[in-house]
């Protein structure tokens, strides 16, 4: 046995990073991802016998793990450095089976696997084989992480097995269910399903919300060659806007109308004024402001979504990218937590940089709101603050580093002073309102590069008299509680505390491709298919569904990783419940129709059925009412309602193969103009 030791991790850039740091005496190989899992053609879970899985080497990985054994038995020692949660800990925990079980490895050619002349791993043999783990890929970092080896932690693994066994179970439960309920080839899945409900709950309360008019006051006024304008905020001394809640499914929604509600009473009243202000109060005070603490997971995704656009599936693997190539942090985290150190390498930053005015006087710290947040992890951050920019990056991982960098160095920047103004002015009955704000010291500002525009009123004295250039009124409607975009999904879903880090983009991404939402224009809507299946699933499964219960799963789960829960006791509780309601749901539940489009027209094939509009798995598409007694079909052109630019041909809605919504010339491929929006 040589003298080496072999580190193994998960990713070949992740590999070739910590290969840097290490000297000669390392051996790094990457699994790719999971090397033992629950093979996907049929549940592989043994209920009757304790939800005992039958993990299965992936045949794709069968040179990996040969190539482990054969590494392992020339070693002296093997460092397992996955990820630092518990689908790292999961990862690891297989690779050690793996090496301490050669003989129970049915893709490998013997029981005994030659290295060299003389050197073979024997079954039974005894390896050293710890676990390390490290928040980023610095050499600082590796050499700590070497001095706190460790066994690997069963209770990780255990939360990783009980969330893994329990989606399996309920996917594999609910699909047949689904299958012969509400349409073949469908799939439920525990969280995704609640996922889709949110979608599906949030249409209902907007088709349900009843808009109203209203009618807002507005004033021009001028002081010299200056003008400015003002909102009317109080007629008689009563507030001019009232406030109105509706409650939803997830959470309240609030929303404000003026108290003019007929055309005819806001005319008599902007007639009645005589366009003569008298300046009645001027408030003015300084506003700190302090920076928002450096990114989670969940608000990583949120910001990376309303600033660029990007999917959280997008974010997740460029972040992933950066932090291998060692220039953040861990990226999967619900923490805003910065070590100390670093804390204090970002202020020795500021002030060589900025100045030592632009450093906050007192360290800042944050403390974690969201629920059962890992205090032990950090925040995303740079792992060098000097480093500013990435040279050999393409440029999504540079604008991704440049938020994130931005971000969390600004958590040491002084508060932004802001002076703000507020001015009152009376017209009679009616109190109008004018804002005002300027910057006083920009502080952390000038690190994070947010842009501010000063808003200037001219200068105003109590009593003085103001006029009104015009005097008008503009109509309004309540609008209704918005639909689900990337970022508030993510939201919500954090908020209630259902799914963790890891999972935010895959449960989006997965609800997509099983076309149970679509997206227009950034806001996610539910297809036929996903409001019927929707609609199954919670007339027979409400509890499985709900907000609570999905909530409390989350916390058993994080029980069995702090050890306080086995996570076969958990599983038991849960599936008595859950297949009584499958029993009866297959006994008894009514069909649920997913409910097709008609197009007003006969088929032209079997001249008795309509044309509709159907959902199938490269999208829309035009079929018979009668199928499957008649199979006609016809390719759908969804019209998108503006031509194209190019050649002025109609303009069709089109989708990538992930689902995603596009916009292309109907003419294609004559004419190759596409875009993502509408110009």
Same mark, same amino acid.
């Given at each position: ?10 990713? &070949? ?9 290490? %000297? ?266 302090? &920076? ?156 994070? %590069? ?104 989350? %916390? ?47 088929? &032209? ?53 992930? %689902? ?20």
């Amino acid at each position: 046995m040589g003298d080496k030791s072999l580190l193994v991790v998960e990713s &070949p850039t992740k590999a070739k990073t910590i290969g840097k740091y290490l %000297g000669k005496d390392f051996e790094v190989i990457a699994t790719v991802g999971h090397l033992r899992d629950l093979p996907g053609n049929k549940m592989s879970v043994d209920i009757k016998h304790g939800f005992e899985p039958d993990y299965k080497i992936d045949p794709k990985k069968k040179n990996v793990v040969e190539d482990l054994i054969r590494t392992a038995a020339r070693v002296k020692r093997v460092l397992l450095a996955t990820d630092p949660d518990r689908e790292g800990e999961a990862i690891s925990w297989h690779v050690e089976w793996l090496l301490t079980h050669p003989d129970e490895s049915k893709v490998l050619k013997s029981k005994s696997l030659k290295v060299g002349k003389s050197e073979s791993l024997k079954v039974g043999k005894k390896l050293d084989i710890s676990r390390i783990t490290f928040h980023e890929i610095t050499k600082d970092a590796i050499s700590d992480a070497m001095g706190k080896a460790r066994a690997v932690d069963m209770d990780l693994v255990n939360a990783q097995q009980g969330r893994r066994i329990l989606d399996r179970v309920v996917g594999y439960t609910l699909s047949p269910v689904l299958w012969r309920k509400v349409r073949r080839g469908l799939s439920g899945g525990r969280v995704q399903s609640v996922a889709v409900r949110l979608v599906c709950e949030r249409e209902k309360e907007i088709e349900a919300f009843k808009k109203e008019v209203f009618f807002k006051v507005l004033a021009e006024l001028k002081k010299g060659r200056e003008k400015f304008d003002a909102d009317l905020i109080k007629v008689e001394e009563k507030s001019a806007f009232k406030t109105e809640k509706i409650k939803l499914f997830d959470g309240v929604y609030s929303f404000t109308k003026s108290i003019f509600e007929d055309r005819q009473k806001v005319t008599k009243f902007v007639n009645d004024l005589s366009n003569q202000m008298v300046v009645e109060k001027v408030t003015e005070k300084e506003i700190n402001r302090t &920076p928002l603490p450096a990114f989670t997971t969940s608000k990583l995704q949120q910001a990376a979504a309303r600033r660029f656009g990007w999917p959280g599936k997008t974010t997740m693997s460029v972040a992933q990218r950066l932090f291998e190539r060692g220039f953040i942090t861990y990226h999967r985290t619900d923490s805003v937590y910065i070590a100390e150190k670093t804390i204090n390498d970002f202020r020795k930053y500021i002030g060589k940089t900025y100045g030592e005015k632009y450093i906050s006087a007192k360290i800042r710290y944050y403390k974690n709101t969201a629920k059962n947040a890992q205090e032990a992890h950090e925040a995303i951050r740079p792992t060098d603050v000097n480093r500013t920019e990435l040279a050999d990056a393409d440029p999504r991982e540079n604008r991704l580093y440049q938020m994130i960098w931005k971000r969390a160095v600004a958590t040491q920047g002084a508060a932004a002073i802001t002076g703000s103004t507020v001015v009152n002015l009376r017209d009679g009955g009616g109190l109008f309102q004018s804002k005002g704000v300027r910057m006083i010291f920009d502080g952390f500002l000038k690190i994070n %590069g947010e842009k501010f525009e000063d808003q200037i009123l001219p200068a105003l004295k109590e009593g003085e008299m103001i006029s009104a250039t015009k005097i008008w009124f503009e109509e309004s409607e309540t609008n209704p509680p918005p639909r689900y975009t990337e970022a508030s999904l993510v939201s919500s879903l954090e908020k209630q505390g259902i799914g963790r880090p890891s999972t935010y983009a895959p449960i989006i991404s997965t609800i997509q491709i099983r076309q149970y939402v679509e997206k227009d224009e950034g806001k996610f809507i539910p297809t036929a298919l996903g409001k019927a299946a929707n609609e199954f699933l919670v007339r027979n499964f409400s509890e499985v569904l709900s907000l609570p219960f999905t909530a409390d799963m989350e %916390g058993n789960l994080d029980k069995i990783a702090a050890g306080k829960l086995d996570w076969k006791k958990m599983m038991k509780t849960f599936w008595n419940r859950f297949e009584k309601d499958v029993k009866i749901a297959e006994a008894g539940a009514e069909r649920v129709k997913v409910e097709t489009e008609k197009l007003g027209e006969k088929c &032209p094939e079997c001249k008795e059925g309509e044309l509709v509009i159907r959902l199938g798995k490269f999208g829309k598409f035009i079929s018979c009412s009668r199928f499957p007694e008649c199979r006609y079909t016809k390719q759908y052109q969804e019209v998108a309602g503006f031509d194209c630019p190019t050649c002025g041909a109609p303009v069709v809605i089109k989708r990538t193969r992930s %689902g995603k919504k596009f916009y292309g010339c109907s003419k294609y491929p004559e004419c190759k103009w596409a875009g993502w929006k509408k110009p």
